[in-house]
Nanobody, 114 residues
Framework: QVQLVESGGGLVQAGGSLTLSCAAS????????MGWYRQAPGKQRELVAT???????NYAESVKGRFTISRDSAKNTVYLQMNTLKSEDTAVYYC????????WGQGTQVTVSS
């Protein structure tokens, strides 16, 4: 059984920064993609950023240049460094691991006050 545990969410003022972490545990294929998604109230869940086990990254246009995704494969941990945060970044952020199956974390709230 694979488990994902997120941390690092919170309240921050617009223009500030936060770093999210997601640690995966269990039987995990070495070939996988980890990523961050977010869901704002009344909206569908959307992709924020992903990173493959080979290090290839993909970002939503809305976060390019402000967010950076990285991973420590030895620790099965993925990070999301979020800079220059805007009120529209307010959402619950979910970690996802895609390998043989899809796994999701429980979500962590990020609130950006204007």
């Amino acid at each position: 059984q694979v488990q994902l545990v997120e941390s690092g969410g919170g309240l921050v003022q617009a223009g500030g920064s936060l770093t999210l972490s997601c640690a995966a545990s269990g039987r995990i294929s070495t070939i996988n993609t980890m990523g961050w998604y977010r869901q704002a109230p009344g909206k569908q869940r959307e992709l924020v950023a992903t990173i493959t086990s080979g290090g290839s990254t993909n970002y939503a246009e809305s976060v390019k240049g402000r967010f950076t995704i990285s991973r420590d494969s030895a620790k099965n941990t993925v990070y999301l460094q979020m800079n220059t945060l805007k009120s529209e970044d307010t959402a619950v952020y979910y970690c996802r691991l895609r390998a043989n199956s899809n796994y999701w974390g429980q979500g962590t709230q990020v609130t950006v006050s204007s």
